[in-house]
Nanobody, 115 residues
Framework: EVQLVESGGGLVQAGGSLRLSCAASGFTFDDYAIGWFRQAPGKEREGVSCISSDGSTYYGDSVKGRFTISRDNAKNTMYLQMNSLKPEDTAVYYC?????????WGQGTQVTVTS
């Protein structure tokens, strides 16, 4: 059974930090590009950051310089280190693993940033 399980969300003040984790199982994690998306209330889901199977990274303009994506293939886990958080970062954050034929999603974890 394929699973992506996020953790690490929570409530934080503006300027603070959180580290999201996403533990994967049920598929060959190394072969998949992985990424983080977020969806704020009333808004469409948007891409935050992604990292390919070879380690190439991409960041959305709104998080560049503040967020860092990483993966540990030995642990089948991906991370999103979020620093200098802003109220506009408030959203449900989802991890995603995308292969040639399949794409998997986690259940989401809430991140709330207060001003």
């Amino acid at each position: 059974e394929v699973q992506l399980v996020e953790s690490g969300g929570g409530l934080v003040q503006a300027g603070g930090s959180l580290r999201l984790s996403c533990a994967a199982s049920g598929f060959t994690f190394d072969d998949y590009a992985i990424g983080w998306f977020r969806q704020a209330p009333g808004k469409e889901r948007e891409g935050v950051s992604c990292i390919s199977s070879d380690g190439s990274t991409y960041y959305g303009d709104s998080v560049k310089g503040r967020f860092t994506i990483s993966r540990d293939n030995a642990k089948n886990t991906m991370y999103l280190q979020m620093n200098s958080l802003k109220p506009e970062d408030t959203a449900v954050y989802y991890c995603n693993a995308k292969g040639i034929f399949y794409s998997y999603w986690g259940q989401g974890t809430q991140v709330t940033v207060t001003s």
